[in-house]
């Protein structure tokens, strides 16, 4: 219920804007007369956004913790992981690996390692979870090594 109640007041926020938009646009030479309609907009929108956030972060948020074990287990069962291997092993592969692994209801790793595509350790420094999800330039040179690594 209160995140509906956050997309709301995003709405109205958004009609606020709309507002602004329309009073600054009519506003004539330095004289806009409808200055306080754009003040008012932007402060009840800034009111508005200040409860919605700090009712959603108390009701809502606080509290929340992953299940860490389920969210690691949903990582390394994804087909997904397969996008990972694409400048390695290459486009077809890929796609061969990704048919397998959903047809079979395998690992993407699983399949790698059967297939003798990769190494079991280049296999898993290419899947590492830091290096899935904060690239950088050493990530990509590790990528761009040859297969037999």
Known sequence: MIP??????????????LTVTLCAEAGQLQLNAFEPTIGFSILKSLRMLTAAIETLTRRCINGIEADREHCLSLVENSIGLVTA??????????SRIARRALNERRTVADI???????????????????????PSRIVMAAMAKPKSA
């Open 112 to 134: 790698v390692l059967e297939e003798g595509l990769l190494t079991e350790t280049r296999l898993n420094e290419l899947l590492r979870l830091e290096t899935l999800t904060r």
């Open 85 to 94: 291997l694409g400048p390695v092993l290459g486009y077809e592969a890929c």
């Open 4 to 17: 509906e109640v956050v997309s709301q007041v995003a709405y109205l926020v958004i009609g606020h804007d």
